[in-house]
């Protein structure tokens, strides 16, 4: 398909993965409501700030940009929004929130997990911590 043939449906699918701005409130929102649907308790969200890349790059540095056709506009920046939270519950109720984020129109890339059970016994008392980052225009 070219890009003058594409629905607005299909354009606003596409800006969704790469957002205008961080838009960081929204954001938020999502993942506060990602854990509770998912019998999660969020005990810690820090976004980190905004980068740009390693190395000072954005994230489509060095990726071929299209040719040919003179319609298109000048081809956006992408930009990293690293983030990382603790959330406490369940292994299952964790995995069903991991599922969510991949399910999720947002370019979502989880960076490191780690756990902690606060008691053997009890399986549903866990601690995940999970560095991830996002992206946006």
Do not use: C, H, W
């Amino acid at each position: 398909a070219t890009v003058n043939s594409l629905s607005k449906e299909d354009i606003d699918r596409l800006n969704s993965t790469f957002p205008q701005g961080e838009d960081a409130a929204r954001f938020l929102v999502f993942l506060g409501n990602a854990a509770k649907n998912n019998n999660l308790a969020m005990k810690q969200i820090d976004i980190t700030g905004v980068s740009a890349g390693e190395g000072g790059k954005s994230a489509a540095a060095g990726q071929p940009k299209p040719g040919g056709n003179t319609t298109l506009q000048p081809q956006k920046e992408i930009k990293e929004l690293p983030f990382s939270l603790t959330v406490s519950g369940s292994y299952r109720s964790f995995n069903n929130f991991l599922e969510e984020m991949e399910k999720n129109a947002r370019i979502i890339d989880s960076q490191s997990i780690s756990f902690n059970a606060t008691s053997a016994r009890n399986e549903e008392n866990i601690d995940f911590s999970v560095k991830m980052k996002t992206y946006y225009q």
